[in-house]
């Protein structure tokens, strides 16, 4: 939605309140009332409450494959000169000093919107950055060259949040893929490792909550993308078989429909709804049990109001252009 949209919206509810909007039924009018009253910045940027941005680059990404222009300035305001992704524009560079510059669950964000915008400049630049900070995590006895290389998004993590894993780099390998560009070597020693019978047992197993919106997320990119079609549908059944009553995984498994549209405007906030709550919920990325959606930063409604109208399960590779 243009800028003049939005604060027209704003000034729509200035003028008439909150509770003019009482009757609000359709995804467009439920919409327009997420905008201009639930949803949050942090300057210009889609943020959670109180420039809540530690996990910006994901949720970004997500808005900015739905078809939101700003999701995608926000991704790409992310990235440093050098080639590095942060946090969000706010932290780049050195992520206000603080530690966990990025992460693994981040960089779909970045696949996100490279597959959406084919971004091919900041793609090679990323990458670049990645392979030169490389270590060797396992020397040769003979001395000549390394056995074992460790390549990474970030340097600050002690955890291994930031070592690209094998199942990463076969999603990359899918973007790079796509983006026309040559895949390096791990991407090809690692190729379709996103899809192995690991991951697709993984989303029978897994905790319910984030680690499964992840893989939701890797999901969705490869049906945006038109990859691995039958072993994504099939984790996507999985996710949605474990969490029925998560939107973007019904959405995933069966598509948008009447009753989809329905739910989310149910859970979402509403009207009559009090806003007196600190916005700070990617509501999709949570257990159903918790009721994330009580405390919604907005931007997850909006996002699955762009797929509801422009997803095609059955169309790959799936896109949306901007308005």
């Given at each position: 939605?243009?800028?003049?949209?939005?604060?027209?919206?704003?000034?729509?509810?200035?003028?008439?309140?909150?509770?003019?909007?009482?009757?609000?039924?359709?995804?467009?009018?439920?919409?327009?009332?997420?905008?201009?009253?639930?949803?949050?910045?942090?300057?210009?940027?889609?943020?959670?409450?109180?420039?809540?941005?530690?996990?910006?680059?994901?949720?970004?990404?997500?808005?900015?494959?739905?078809?939101?222009?700003?999701?995608?300035?926000?991704?790409?305001?992310?990235?440093?000169?050098?080639?590095?992704?942060?946090?969000?524009?706010?932290?780049?560079?050195?992520?206000?000093?603080?530690?966990?510059?990025?992460?693994?669950?981040?960089?779909?964000?970045?696949?996100?919107?490279?597959?959406?915008?084919?971004?091919?400049?900041?793609?090679?630049?990323?990458?670049?950055?990645?392979?030169?900070?490389?270590?060797?995590?396992?020397?040769?006895?003979?001395?000549?060259?390394c056995l074992?290389?460790?390549?990474?998004?970030?340097?600050?993590?002690?955890?291994?949040?930031?070592?690209?894993?094998?199942s990463l780099?076969?999603?990359?390998?899918?973007?790079?893929?796509?983006?026309?560009?040559?895949?390096?070597?791990?991407?090809?020693?690692?190729?379709?490792?996103?899809?192995?019978?690991?991951?697709?047992?993984?989303?029978?197993?897994?905790?319910?909550?984030?680690?499964?919106?992840?893989?939701a997320v890797?999901?969705?990119?490869?049906?945006?993308?038109?990859?691995?079609?039958?072993?994504?549908?099939?984790?996507?059944?999985?996710?949605?078989?474990?969490?029925?009553?998560?939107?973007?995984?019904?959405?995933?498994?069966?598509?948008?429909?009447?009753?989809?549209?329905?739910?989310?405007?149910?859970?979402?906030?509403?009207?009559?709804?009090?806003?007196?709550?600190?916005?700070?919920?990617?509501?999709?990325?949570?257990?159903?049990?918790?009721?994330?959606?009580?405390?919604?930063?907005?931007?997850?409604?909006?996002?699955?109001?762009?797929?509801?109208?422009?997803?095609?399960?059955?169309?790959?590779?799936?896109?949306?252009?901007?308005?």
């Open positions: 939605m243009k800028q003049w949209a939005l604060s027209l919206c704003a000034l729509i509810v200035l003028n008439l309140g909150w509770s003019s909007y009482a009757d609000a039924q359709t995804l467009d009018e439920n919409e327009q009332i997420w905008r201009s009253s639930v949803a949050r910045f942090c300057g210009e940027y889609p943020s959670k409450e109180n420039c809540d941005d530690g996990d910006s680059v994901l949720f970004n990404g997500l808005l900015c494959m739905s078809g939101e222009e700003l999701g995608c300035k926000t991704v790409r305001d992310s990235q440093d000169a050098s080639g590095q992704f942060w946090r969000s524009p706010r932290r780049n560079p050195n992520n206000l000093n603080e530690k966990s510059s990025f992460s693994r669950d981040q960089t779909l964000g970045v696949l996100l919107y490279l597959a959406k915008t084919r971004d091919t400049a900041a793609a090679l630049s990323w990458m670049r950055w990645i392979e030169e900070n490389a270590y060797c995590a396992v020397k040769n006895p003979s001395g000549e060259g074992v290389t460790i390549h990474r998004v970030c340097l600050d993590s002690d955890n291994g949040s930031c070592t690209m894993t094998a780099w076969g999603l990359t390998r899918k973007v790079w893929d796509a983006l026309g560009l040559l895949p390096n070597r791990p991407m090809q020693d690692f190729n379709n490792a996103d899809v192995s019978d690991l991951e697709i047992a993984a989303a029978a197993i897994e905790e319910p909550g984030y680690k499964l919106h992840l893989k890797s999901s969705f990119l490869r049906l945006t993308l038109g990859e691995s079609l039958t072993r994504s549908k099939r984790i996507v059944e999985k996710l949605y078989a474990r969490e029925s009553a998560n939107p973007f995984f019904q959405l995933l498994a069966e598509g948008p429909s009447e009753p989809l549209t329905a739910h989310l405007l149910d859970v979402c906030p509403k009207p009559t709804d009090s806003l007196d709550y600190v916005r700070f919920q990617w509501a999709w990325e949570r257990a159903t049990s918790e009721q994330a959606w009580r405390k919604s930063m907005g931007w997850d409604c909006i996002f699955m109001a762009n797929l509801i109208r422009n997803y095609n399960r059955d169309l790959t590779p799936f896109q949306i252009d901007f308005e």
